[in-house]
């Protein structure tokens, strides 16, 4: 896990005080407590975390001032998960926000009585986290996006820019075998009206990352989305420049960092909604009455600048189409 230090730190950029220790603990005893369950490291949750805390703040509550939260992540170790939540629920927080699909199932595991609020990219009636969409029922409720859905939209997009490609190489996490089922669905039913071959590589460390790369022979890869991969983003776009890949993934510092194109949702803005969600608990709301969100917005982001290293010609069409141009 994170330092101490580290956390403290983190606490400060986002407004938090970092308080002397009698009145800090004084002060904090009577404020509602959050937990944040997450899967990946402090580093990779750290845009989402800063959205979080905007979306509490249009409800009101400013961490530090009138809200507590406590942050349990399992830097890329889901096994972990589990123990994390029952350190949430044993601490008797308020609501827990869970960030991706195994920490909302491991946080539904642990509590039918805490409210749970999740982010997810998957669907959660499959995941079992609630009953229907517009109904959730129980304690849970959450925000979902279409990261897993818009797979097949990233092979047309890689067909559109390189019209000859026909080997694609899909890099997945193993250890999500729900987000990769789901995600392998879409891309497999779109692959043979493209001309398309898949192969499926896997990796859920950084050593993995480096195997693939150092052995990689295929036309263009596309990048699952996985809170581990998130969280490596700039490091992803750095290898597929060095070893000279045209890459699509998720999200923007992928193709600031090297990578060629990103499309997908705006991660800001999923979880600025698990904030309110959240906010809206705290004030008295029960979870399941609440609808769950889908945040339909996309962006598509290209690099031009890397697309000219690699040799690759930019169709006029499907660069003025791009939300954003890095050049």
């Known amino acids: 896990m994170a330092s101490y230090i580290e956390r403290r730190k983190f606490l400060a950029a986002l407004g938090g005080a970092v308080a002397g220790p009698l ?41 530090g001032q009138n809200v507590v939260v406590e942050y349990r992540l399992a830097e890329d170790h889901d096994d972990r998960l589990p123990v994390l939540s029952a350190e949430l629920v044993r ?32 669907d959660p009636v499959t995941l079992g986290l609630v009953a229907s ?35 694609i190489a899909i890099l997945v996490n193993p250890s999500s075998a729900t987000i990769t089922e789901q995600f392998m669905r879409a891309l497999q039913a779109a692959a043979p009206a493209l001309g398309m071959q898949l192969h499926v590589l896997y990796a859920s ?17 596309v990048i699952g ?25 998720t999200y923007r510092p992928f193709v600031a960092a090297g990578g060629l194109m990103s499309y ?32 339909t917005k996309v962006e598509l982001i290209i690099n031009l600048k890397t697309a000219k290293a690699l040799g690759i010609a930019v169709p006029l069409a499907l660069s003025g189409r791009a939300d954003e141009v890095i050049e």
């Open 133 to 167: 969409l517009s109904r959730p029922g129980g304690n849970l409720t959450g925000v979902t996006n279409l990261n897993v859905e818009v797979g097949q939209k990233k092979l047309e997009l890689l067909r559109e820019l390189l019209p000859s490609a026909t080997n």
């Open 264 to 295: 997908g949702a705006d991660e800001t803005e999923t979880y600025r909604l698990v904030g309110i969600y959240t906010g809206k608990i705290l004030k008295g709301a029960n979870p399941g009455d609440l609808p769950i969100q889908r945040v």
């Open 23 to 63: 009145a800090a603990r004084a002060q904090q005893a009577a404020m509602p407590v959050i937990g944040f369950l997450g899967s990946t490291s402090l580093q990779g949750y750290r845009a989402r975390l800063h959205a979080f805390a905007v979306g509490l703040k249009e409800e009101g509550y400013i961490e």
């Open 225 to 249: 989305p996985y809170l581990f991969f998130n969280s490596r983003m700039e490091r992803l776009g750095a290898l597929t420049l060095r070893y000279a890949v045209p890459a699509i993934f």
């Open 205 to 221: 460390t950084d050593r993995d990352l480096d195997a693939v790369f150092a052995a990689l022979r295929t036309d263009a890869l």
């Open 91 to 122: 601490r008797q927080v308020r609501v827990i926000a869970a960030g991706g699909s195994p920490a909302s199932v491991a946080a539904k595991a642990a509590t039918a009585t805490i409210p749970i609020v999740f982010e997810t990219a998957s």
